[in-house]
């Protein structure tokens, strides 16, 4: 299994947002279908209307997502501890 992260954009309710989602997957287009699955019930979105524009594998220790940190809690407390996450553009 592997980390990865997924950006695009999304309606959500009458407008279109970008979003960020870190996701445990094993490869790229499980993550994809993952994404697609997840926000699709979350807000009843149709896949066609999800864009998703990047996949990216990350590593677990700069993710503040739950679901990461503990799919990967062994590796995290083995390299360290947390890696703090960049500062958020603006």
Request: hydrophobic residues 35%; proline residues 4%.
């Amino acid at each position: 299994m592997q980390a990865f992260r997924i950006s695009g954009t999304a309606p959500f309710g009458s407008q279109r947002q970008k979003f960020s989602i870190d996701l445990v997957a094993d490869s790229s287009d499980d993550a994809e279908h993952r994404c697609y699955s997840i926000i699709g019930s979350r807000h009843k979105a149709n896949r066609r209307t999800i864009m998703i524009e990047s996949v990216s594998e990350i590593d677990p220790r700069t993710s503040s997502e739950p679901r990461i940190l503990n799919a990967f809690r062994d590796q995290i407390a083995a390299a360290g501890g947390i890696i703090a996450p960049d500062a958020e553009e603006e």
